[in-house]
């Protein structure tokens, strides 16, 4: 793959834009291609859509209404859930919002089963036909669903779905598929296997099949479009070796298939962070063969690619699309703290970048056939314009932009192949929800010539015309780095890049065969008793450095941390055991401590609050330090809790000794020196290395300790609590975060690849040793067995192992008292519950395989099991109360999971909660400072939440001023005010 397309990818925006403007057509010709677009969308808006159509169902209920969210979200989830109750209380939820009947005249009902039938009619097309016939039918039918009830409504509903799904899939399966698209003379078509990306080998293989029969059905001459991430249950970038050696051939068989029949391939686009992999797949496996690529024009370096592909002198088909994913990237680049997107943030760019791209394409005619993907009347004008007579088709979606293709075809003879999706629809529902947002986009075009009152002139006008000059991003999208309006967000890295996978590993290893990290001294008591003594003595000036200074030391700290992030990455893999993505995780979560804190410190430190009171009396409050802190820290966050410990004494004024776990004192060291490097004065911190009995016993022992923050487990902390009582002298603030019984509810509507993506992130990332972590699936009976076949899969592709090596899922168990307890745990539980699933782990090393059990509810563990161990627990809808009142009975309260497409179902458990962080329709681990405050309740912690605006408090005190400004002799200021 070329250098360029790497450097392109996170390119500031407004130059990827400055790069395009060349490759836009002149004044002359935009004008031309203006008149042409004008005329087609004229005529495109005068022309009916089809009552079944995308356009129609758009007109209908845009995305921006309760209607048309509420429609998505039946479609998306009604025909898999498996049981008539959910089903039932989803329509009833969803379908009882929102005024379903427009226009008529007719009064909307009440019930919901009307709204149903309204609906299905609705998407059966009928409703708006006979409504403008008579408008008696449909309010009898209506009252008639009302009367018939629930069951008779679910039922038309689902068959509502049905119709609804057969008018964006050809067919079930490629022969019925391969009969439909005889109907489509004029069109060729390339077949698309519907379903989500492989979780396991057995959905890889099951897709293998399908894109086998898809080939071999298919008629000469036709393609079939195929997604590599269904083909390998972890086609990602750090899986290279793995991707190469098993997906390559895969892919290679069906290329060669498809050439003995006459069928052509396209590897189809997905997320940005697998294009260079799909690059060099493609390089590799276009040699002497013929292959079609898709190239997304809404990455910046979507005309790099096309560049590319001219370079290669293959012959190759390109379909070029504007990309399907771009909500997805925004997102998982602001998630990541990337230094940029990989995407366009406005779609004009987006459409200029088409253009560009099209134009190199097509300037390769003797190997490069471009496929134009589009339903927007400008595209298909420009690319008249650049195309002359060099050879192109047109792509056009199955179901979409029908009536634009009508409308060109009455004009001009040109090549239009239909992009077909073919499966089950089941499989449907979320490729059509795709589409949907896709198309339903305020800046779809398709949404737009849905809608009167967009002037045409506007929607087929020159982008460059109504580009901002000079050119700047959306402002509403701010880059990652800026997402907080009042502090920086920390940078990421980017783990989705071979280099970067390269250096880190180099980095490491290298740093392993210096220094094999060594032994540290622990501190002595002598030495501790100085450290206090000091820290002592070091309070009364560090609590008046004003708070400006101290919150400026600490945004220095995670500067500098930012800067060192290989080092520290690498010394969290060595120390820590942790994979490259957490210890990256790590050092960014730090660096948001330092960030966060030091804003809540100029917030709230540096000046009094005045408060009010009567006339002539000043009344202020001002918070101070308490003394000196004893911050203690777990082994299993080493450089992020205990930075955000030490982060947050300091900033509340206080002198620190910070302990980092004996298991992680390297970290911890480091962490202090980059503190003093930072301007925190070596008498006002310092560390203490050495264990709970050695060092931390006697340091919490100490009268002169004014508060300790502790995070570790709950014994600990209870001890830590006696020492305190036990002491004399003033009573000691102690903030305690300790352990968690962690569980995800999960109902039948929720979709299982989801469910069983984000259990295996919160139960099994970081080897189970997060205080986070899930321990317990509830799961409904209803999905329960999808689910725990998609988990046994999901678990064995799971490579556990040195973490030092970057395609390492989970590292090792942190020492081996910990791993023998799993051990014995693990153990009982294959005598006493059914095993759903195991990974593999090393015959050497302390590794524990992750594992899930189920078991039935009596058998629940309801203490902490810290590491890689899933206990699944099957119950049914009617009790879901007694699932929530065990969680409550446990006594711990840190996180909960839910997963459901019903809100009463989530509000139910939410309302039933008693734990501090609820996470809903996504992972369960992973919270980020300042957005989702970490902490929990009753066993699990005191609060405040780590990462909150109220933490900082708790490390100090606070003051009053009360001044008589009367007692000179009067109140001046009822005596000088102004008159009135
Ligand atoms: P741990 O309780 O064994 O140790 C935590 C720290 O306390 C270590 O630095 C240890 O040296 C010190 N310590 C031990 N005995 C002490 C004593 N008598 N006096 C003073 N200090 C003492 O915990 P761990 O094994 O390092 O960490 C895992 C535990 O931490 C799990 O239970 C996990 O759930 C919990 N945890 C909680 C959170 C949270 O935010 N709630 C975050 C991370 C970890």
Not at 5 to 28: F, G, N, V, Y
Not at 491 to 506: F, I, K, N, P
Not at 824 to 830: A, M
Request: contains cysteine; glycine residues 8%.
């Amino acid at each position: 793959m070329d250098e360029r397309i790497r450097q392109d990818h996170r390119l500031a925006e407004a130059e990827a834009l400055e790069r395009l403007r060349a490759s836009q057509p002149d004044r002359e010709a935009s004008q031309r291609i203006t008149e042409h677009a004008l005329n087609l969308a004229r005529e495109v808006r005068a022309t009916r859509p089809a009552a079944l159509s995308a356009e129609s169902f758009l007109r209908h209920y845009g995305l921006s209404t309760p209607e048309g969210v509420a429609l998505m979200c039946v479609a998306e989830a009604l025909l898999r859930i498996p049981d008539p109750e959910t089903a039932d209380a989803l329509l009833r939820e969803k379908l009882s919002a929102g005024q379903w009947v427009k226009g008529g005249g007719q009064e909307a009902e009440d019930s919901w089963a009307a709204s149903a039938a309204d609906w299905a009619l609705m998407l059966t097309g009928t409703l708006a036909r006979w409504r403008e016939a008579q408008a008696e039918p449909v309010a009898q039918l209506k009252r008639l669903a009302a009367r018939l009830g629930e069951p008779v409504v679910r039922t038309a509903v689902r068959q509502a779905m049905r119709i609804l799904a057969s008018q964006f899939v050809i067919g079930e399966t490629i022969e019925e598929a391969v009969t439909r698209s005889r109907a489509f003379e004029a069109y060729r078509f390339s077949y698309d296997m519907l379903g989500e990306a492989a979780r396991t080998a057995e959905d890889a293989a099951r897709y293998f099949d399908a894109y086998s029969r898809a080939i071999r059905g298919t008629p000469a001459g036709d393609g079939v479009s195929v997604k590599l991430s269904a083909l390998h249950p972890r086609f990602e970038e750090a899986k290279r070796a793995r991707v190469f050696a098993e997906l390559a051939p895969r892919v290679a068989q069906l290329v060669r298939l498809a050439e003995q029949c006459a069928v052509g391939i396209t590897i189809d686009a997905e997320e940005s962070e697998r294009l260079e992999l799909t690059l060099d797949l493609f390089e590799e496996l276009s040699r002497g063969h013929a292959l079609g690529l898709a190239v997304q024009a809404y990455q910046k370096r979507a005309l790099a690619v096309c560049d590319w592909l001219v370079g290669l002198r293959r012959r190759v088909s390109v379909r070029l699309v504007k990309g399907a994913y771009w909500d997805g990237e925004i997102k998982r680049a602001q998630q990541l703290g990337m230094p940029d997107y990989p995407v366009f943030t406005r779609k004009l760019a987006t459409d200029l970048s088409y253009v560009a791209c099209a134009r190199r394409l097509l300037s390769a005619p003797a190997t490069l056939y471009p496929a134009f993907a589009t339903h927007n009347c400008r595209t298909v004008a420009t690319i008249f314009e650049l195309a002359g007579d060099r050879p192109f088709e047109f792509q056009k979606l199955f179901g979409m932009g029908d009536t634009l293709y009508e409308v060109l075809s009455r004009a001009r003879a040109f090549a239009c192949r239909i992009y077909a999706p073919v499966g089950s629809f089941t499989d449907l529902l979320p490729y059509l929800v795709r589409r949907l947002l896709e198309n339903g986009a305020n800046t779809s075009f398709v949404h737009q010539i849905a809608d009167p009152a967009v002037p045409l002139e506007a929607l087929v006008a020159d982008p460059l015309e109504a580009l901002p000059e000079p050119y700047s991003p959306d402002p509403r999208i701010p880059l990652p780095r800026n997402l907080y309006p009042d502090r920086l967000n920390s940078l990421g890295v980017d783990l989705a890049r071979a280099d970067v996978l390269d250096s880190l590993e180099e980095k490491i290893r290298s740093d392993r065969g210096r220094e094999n990290l060594g032994a540290v001294e622990n501190t002595t008591a002598r030495e501790l008793d100085f450290s206090i003594a000091r820290a002592a003595a070091a309070f009364d000036s560090w609590t008046r450095v004003p708070a400006s200074e101290r919150a400026a030391a600490l945004e220095r700290t995670a500067d500098a941390m930012e800067r060192r992030m290989q080092e520290l990455v690498s010394l969290i893999v060595r120390e820590g055991g942790r994979t490259y993505a957490d210890a990256v995780s790590e050092v960014r979560e730090a660096a948001d401590f330092c960030r966060y804190y030091a804003l809540q410190a100029r917030r709230h430190f540096a000046d009094p609050v005045p408060l009010a009171g009567p006339a002539g009396e000043r009344n202020e409050l001002s918070l101070h330090g308490r003394g000196v802190f004893a911050c203690i820290a777990p082994w299993n966050f080493p450089l992020a809790i205990f930075t955000g410990q030490v982060a947050a004494a300091l900033a509340a004024g206080n002198t620190v000794i910070a302990k980092p776990a004996e298991q992680t004192p390297r970290i911890g060291f480091r962490a202090v020196e980059l503190l003093h490097q930072a301007g925190i004065p070596a008498d006002v911190l310092s560390c203490a290395v050495g264990d709970g009995e050695a060092v931390g016993a006697p340091l919490v022992a100490d009268p002169r300790i004014a508060g300790v923050a502790f995070t570790g487990s709950d014994e600990t902390a209870r001890r830590i609590n006696a020492a305190l009582a036990a002491r004399p002298g003033p009573i000691a603030t102690l903030i305690a975060e300790t352990g968690g019984v962690n569980a995800m509810v999960v109902d039948a509507s929720a979709l299982p690849e989801q469910v069983v993506d984000d259990v295996v992130v919160s139960a099994f990332q970081s080897a189970g040793q997060r205080c986070s972590a899930q321990r317990i699936l509830f799961v409904d009976e209803g999905c329960a067995a999808r689910v725990m076949r998609l988990l046994a899969g999901a678990l064995a592709e799971l490579k556990v192992g040195d973490p030092a090596e970057p395609d390492t899922d989970v590292g090792p168990i942190i020492d081996a008292p910990a791993r023998a307890a799993l051990l014995r745990h693990v153990e009982k539980l294959r005598t006493g519950a059914r095993l759903i699933g195991e990974a593999r782990a090393p015959a050497s090393g302390n590794y524990l395989a992750p594992v899930a059990f189920e078991m039935p509810i009596e058998a629940l563990p309801k203490t902490e099991v810290f590491g890689p161990v899933l206990h699944v627990c099957l119950y049914r809808r009617d009790n879901l109360g007694r699932v929530l009142q065990w969680i409550r009975d446990t006594g711990y309260g840190l996180t909960l999971g839910v997963h459901s497409r019903i809100q009463s179902f989530v509000d139910a458990v939410v309302t039933e909660a008693r734990v501090g962080n609820v996470y809903v329709n996504r992972s369960m681990i992973g919270a980020v400072v300042g957005v989702q405050p970490f902490g929990g309740e009753g066993l699990s912690g005191t609060g405040p939440k780590a990462g909150g605006p109220h933490y900082l408090f708790r490390f100090a005190t606070e003051r009053t001023l009360t001044v008589n400004t009367a007692a000179v002799g009067g109140v001046t200021e009822l005596l000088t005010r102004p008159l009135n």
